[in-house]
């Protein structure tokens, strides 16, 4: 059984980081996509950032390139999105999601997302 556990999310003030983690465990597939999307206040979720082991320099938003980084840890089938100089518009609820045998285009773009993690909330206040 696959699961996505995200962690990371918390209160943080404009311009200040934080670092999301989803830990996958139970993969049986040879190539997958997974990626980051947020769901602000009122609003619909929204991809943010995705890599597929079909490699390819990973997908960002427009809002958030330059300021967020997706990684991978493989040895820990971890993937982390770190986000600097945060704004108040990044507050959301950020959920880590898995399209099997996706590329990053089919998972952010597509919506191809087969297992969804519960998400981590994370607020951008003064």
């Known amino acids: 059984e696959v699961q996505l556990v995200e962690s990371g999310g918390g209160l943080v003030q404009p311009g200040g980081s934080l670092r999301l983690s989803c830990a996958a465990s139970?993969?049986?597939?040879?190539?997958?996509?997974i990626g980051w999307f947020r769901q602000a206040p009122g609003k619909e979720r929204k991809a943010v950032s995705c890599?597929?082991?079909?490699?390819?320099?990973?997908f960002y938003d427009h809002a958030v390139n330059g300021p967020f980084t997706i990684s991978s840890d493989n040895t820990k089938s971890t993937v982390y999105l770190q986000m600097d100089s945060l704004k108040p518009e990044d507050t959301a609820v950020y959920y880590c999601?898995?399209?099997?045998?996706?590329?990053?285009?089919?998972?952010?773009?597509?919506?191809?997302?087969?297992?969804w993690g519960e998400g981590t909330k994370v607020t951008v206040s003064s």
């Open positions: 999601a898995v399209g099997v045998s996706a590329r990053w285009s089919d998972l952010c773009i597509g919506g191809g997302a087969d297992y």
């Open positions: 139970g993969f049986t597939f040879v190539h997958w996509a």
């Open positions: 890599i597929s082991t079909y490699g390819g320099d990973p």
